[in-house]
């Protein structure tokens, strides 16, 4: 399909709660190519969320390859379990040279479905768990911005000022 900008830090549209998808086949289809096509344009990264190229919709890639040529697709995805809780290194396309070490789990059970509705589980370990975290994060309009100590985030945020903010500042 269309690779797409990702948005970038502060954009508003990236604060926004994402909704299930309800229409599946050939519409959730375009979208997953979205998806990957952005991903293999701004790379190297291994995850994305729609709601980073301005679609408020609960689908999100991983693709542990950094290259684009292993995705994989979640469509409304949740955490059934979680466990193995440590500290990773996590870095955002939205939120450009922004480097956070947080704790996140290491070792999720998740269930999803695929393009076509169709529902699965399966274990994800390691990076490829911690990836996902930071994707569901932002069906929330949690960024990784909000993870930092509060004199770096106040320091981020002066720094990624919107223009029309700064003005006024």
Same mark, same amino acid.
């Given at each position: ?17 994402? =909704?299930?998808?309800?229409?599946? /086949? ?5 979208? #997953? ?50 466990? =193995?809780?440590?500290? #990773? ?12 070490? /947080? ?17 699965? =589980? ?42 029309? #903010? #700064?003005?006024?500042?």
């Amino acid at each position: 399909m269309t690779a797409r900008p990702v948005l970038a830090y502060p954009d508003p549209r990236l604060r926004e709660e994402a =909704q299930p998808v309800t229409e599946f /086949g050939e519409p959730a289809t375009a979208l #997953a190519r979205d998806l990957i096509d952005t991903l293999r344009a701004d790379g190297p990264a291994i995850g994305l969320a729609a709601t980073q190229i301005g679609t408020p919709l609960r689908m999100l890639l991983v693709d542990m390859s950094g290259t684009g040529d292993a995705p994989e697709i979640y469509v409304n995805p949740e955490v059934l379990a979680e466990a =193995q809780p440590g500290i #990773a290194e996590e870095r955002c396309l939205s939120l450009p040279g922004l480097v956070v070490r /947080g704790f996140r789990a290491a070792r999720l059970k998740v269930r999803f479905q695929d393009c076509q509705g169709d529902t699965h =589980q399966r274990v994800l370990e390691g990076m490829q768990a911690v990836c996902f975290q930071h994707e569901l994060d932002h069906f929330e309009g949690k960024l990784l911005v909000d993870r930092l100590w509060l004199p770096r985030r106040l320091w981020y945020q002066r720094k990624h000022r919107a223009p029309a #903010a #700064a003005s006024l500042a």
